[in-house]
């Protein structure tokens, strides 16, 4: 269980106060509403009635089911420990990035996530798992065996996969929604103020915290505006052993699941050209 900060134990105590309830009784709101991410409670505690529920624009029950003032200030706190919940970035699901499309070929996407680390909780250091020197993060998700956490200041967006962290420089783009393509293969894809940009389209800092170098002559930069999805490489008569290193490049963003077949494929077919 979090443990609360001193901000938090300061709300905690004005909300107790104003409630006319025990901070210990406050406390216990809280954990229920948080376990209903923010939406329902089920709780169990004296001041309360004993065992009860509550739902979010819905009914409230108490164990005193005739006493309508307890219903009416256990639906009171439990509101506002919603709206103060809802406020703190990162605690509750949000959107739609942690849900999975049921259609075949369809997308999940992550818009409207948390902005950065809850203030009313102590953090807990297991969760930072992206490198500190980028600092907080705006805005955090997760999706099947993906995390995501972009640094807007640091022009910096980590993506934890399978245990392997990769920092992307993310350029002059504002990372505003994240989307990965369902199904072998999937590709990630990023919107921004220019439209939709995939992720193997942005240059790789570093991997597990060592540096990753470009390829000499096949460099991958961000497509422009006018066409947002593919990986673009420079320069136009590349030798052919930075043909084979953007080749294999390719190959590792294939291997986990960035580049899908046919991407890897027709980027494969163009550098063999060049040959």
């Avoid at 005739?66 to 970035?89: H, M, T, W």
């Avoid at 980028?134 to 995501?148: C, F, K």
């Avoid at 022009?155 to 992307?168: M, N």
Wanted: overall charge negative.
């Amino acid at each position: 269980m979090p443990q609360l900060s001193p901000a938090g134990q300061h709300l905690i105590a004005d909300l107790a106060a104003r409630h006319g309830v025990s901070q210990d009784a406050a406390t216990h709101m809280l954990f229920a509403v948080l376990n209903g991410n923010g939406s329902m409670a089920q709780f169990s505690h004296p001041e309360f009635g004993g065992s009860g529920q509550w739902m979010r624009g819905g009914m409230t029950m108490v164990g005193d089911m005739f006493n309508y003032a307890l219903k009416g200030r256990v639906d009171s706190i439990c509101n506002e420990l919603s709206s103060l919940l809802n406020e703190q970035p990162g605690l509750l699901q949000t959107g739609s990035f942690q849900s999975q499309s049921q259609s075949s070929g369809g997308q999940v996407s992550g818009r409207g996530l948390g902005m950065g680390p809850s203030t009313l909780f102590i953090p807990d250091p297991r969760d930072q798992w992206y490198p500190a020197e980028l600092g907080m993060p705006s805005s955090t998700g997760a999706q099947n065996n993906l995390r995501y956490a972009y640094f807007p200041n640091a022009r910096r967006l980590a993506i934890d996969s399978g245990g392997d962290v990769w920092v992307y420089d993310t350029l002059d783009y504002q990372i505003g929604g994240f989307s990965q393509q369902q199904g072998s293969g999937a590709s990630i894809t990023l919107s921004c103020q220019y439209g939709t940009v995939l992720l193997s389209s942005l240059p790789v800092v570093s991997r597990n915290g060592q540096p990753v170098s470009p390829a000499p002559a096949a460099s991958f930069v961000a497509p422009p505006p006018s066409y947002p999805t593919g990986t673009s490489i420079q320069g136009g008569a590349a030798d052919s052993s930075s043909i084979f290193a953007a080749i294999e490049r390719l190959a590792d963003l294939k291997g986990k699941g960035i580049l899908s077949e046919q991407e890897y494929a027709d980027k494969k077919a163009e550098l063999l050209s060049r040959l």
